[in-house]
């Protein structure tokens, strides 16, 4: 399934008293905040459109003004509200690469054509991603190499692989 909005960070507090934001970032590089222009806070009645005015970085968080707060009463409202970036202003993205929201959910079939399972999660290593797969109420873990993950297909929707010797045993 193809997304259209990607979450890029969660507003965890405020920041001094002009209504600026602490957000926690949810994206493989925090540095992607210093492009940013606009992006959407989920909120409980629905998605907010707002324009980033300021960034600033503080330890691992980061720091953010916008023009739908002025006052830290009016950000207050915003703490745990998940921040969204469109498609189209996402990270671009490489040859081969995908974005890992587009991946969750995908069936997974083995070379043979036996439906294995769904992608759960991608987890990100130092070495190489793995993909999580739900099979059956258990999860296995498959190193994101070429001699394991033959063939993803998003529009389709799904993950073809290869199952390695001993790659199932617990």
Known sequence: MINEFFRIGVITGTHGI??????FPTTD????YDSLKSAFLET??????????GVKYFKNMV??????TSSID???????CDIYVSRENAVPLEEDEHYIADLIGLNVFTDSGENFGTV????QTGANDVYVIDADGREYLFPSIP??????????GFVRVHIMDGLLDL
Do not use: S
């Open 147 to 156: 001699e394991c993950i033959l063939d993803i297909d998003i529009e389709r």
């Open 63 to 68: 720091i953010l003004a916008t023009d739908i």
């Open 18 to 23: 002009k209504g600026e934001f602490k957000v």
């Open 29 to 32: 590089d925090a540095r992607r």
């Open 74 to 80: 009016e950000a207050m409202q915003y703490i745990n």
């Open 120 to 123: 759960k999660d991608i987890l």
């Open 44 to 53: 409980k009645n629905g998605r907010v459109e707002f324009n980033v005015k």
